[in-house]
């Protein structure tokens, strides 16, 4: 009955050294109140100085989506007072943003895709941090005055899934461009959902509340699945006005709600205006050009992946997800791992051992061991089984060489036909029987005979030679 409206508002903190209009350092997690100075304390007589670093990853990032990057933007004052604001007001980008008119797709499980537009990406700086103790609160400013790009879509999104496929294809773009570390634990990356929702077929916009600081994919989706529940029912109650309001919402992460903050500000009552200490950012051609140096990004590399290795869609995607996860995969490749074993292995093997948030880039195990385990099952040294034990082993205790383990854990494979052939015979002899009711068409007893044969080396027989000599046996008894 009713379609969900959603926008997405990013900010990502760029990693630059410094500050956008100071020298002071961006490092994270410093003492409280010791990377400032008069500038970011907005001081009397304390002029900014734009950081350029800031202003090329925002060039870079612009190229990426294919949008337009302004050749001139104007940077403007946001006043409002907050305490972790020493200035009164935020300096931002209002009217010509240094980015507008960009795109990204993405990619759904059945192969389809989807454009999400975006509006505009700017440059600004953060606010410092409050830091509540019982009654009392302490303001740290050391992050007042860290860059940010703004990241605004366009209200294109349909439901939470495609929110947090934007989010990720968006996370990933930044990582690919090292424009940021974009790590949403330390909000590096962070996220405000603009929702409202509207009648199946009704093209008209709603009103629509936000909800803040959000840097988390799962409860960015549990937010979004609450707050569509509560609109849904208050237009269903006859409360829609008095209940659904423009406002700002926050999400308590306990028990999956969403609750008020305070009434949302029109850009009105922003009182923006080009600010007098700042002239406008002018880009030269040089820059411009310069910043269309990018890496290969996400989609394009999903494209290359499949035409040369002739892997899944679905699997290129979830290999591209991340930059560490293709440089991961690539690294696989270069070390001799077949592109198809390469995507099992690294997809669903090693990902499936990943717990507690553990990323790849994290992983006990790297890139060249892992090849290795796929080298020595393609060589027939292990087989699949043996080579599950390799890696579990591996992943508790690393560093260890591979072929150690496999030695270690007595887990090389048999392929000596001489060798199974005597253990075949025996198994053969002492199950007279069923030698016989095979061979007068019971030939499901295939598998029971493999099977004995496994048992009796301890799983190190190669199955392929086995199914290979059993079939001549039984077919010549």
Known sequence: MFEMVIGLEVHIQLNTKTKIFCSCPTSFGDAPNTNVCPVCLALPGALPVLNEEAVRKAISFGHAINATVHKKSIFNRKNYFYPDLPKGYQISQFEIPIVENGELYIDFEDGKSKRIGITRAHLEEDAGKNLHHGEVSHVDLNRAGTPLLEIVSEPDIRSAEEAVLYLKKLHAIVRYLDISDANMQEGSFRCDVNISIRPKGDEKFYTRVEIKNMNSFRFIQRAIEYEFERQCDAWEDGVYDEEVVQETRLF???????????????????????DPDLLPVILTDEMIEEGKKIPELPDEKKERLIRE????????????????????????????????????????????????????????????????????????????????????????????????????????????????SAMIDEILTQNADKVEEYQNGKEKLFGFFVGQVMKASKGTANPGVVNKLLKEKLSAS
């Open 252 to 274: 308590n992460t306990q028990t999956g709600e969403t609750r008020s903050m305070r009434g949302k500000e029109d850009s009105a009552e922003y009182r923006y205006f080009p």
């Open 309 to 420: 290795y002739g892997i899944k869609p679905y699997d290129a995607v979830i290999i591209t997800s991340s930059v560490e996860m293709a440089h991961y995969f690539e690294k696989m490749i270069e070390e001799g791992a077949s592109a198809k074993n390469a995507v099992t292995w690294l997809t669903v093997e090693l990902q499936g051992r990943l717990k507690g948030g553990v990323t790849i880039a994290e992983s006990p195990v790297d890139a060249v061991t892992l090849a290795t385990i796929v080298k020595r099952i393609e060589e027939g040294t292990i087989s699949g089984k043996a080579a599950k034990e390799v890696l579990d082993h591996l992943m508790e205790h690393p560093g260890k060489e591979v072929d150690a383990v496999i030695d270690e854990l007595g887990l090389k494979q048999v392929s000596d036909e001489g060798a199974l």
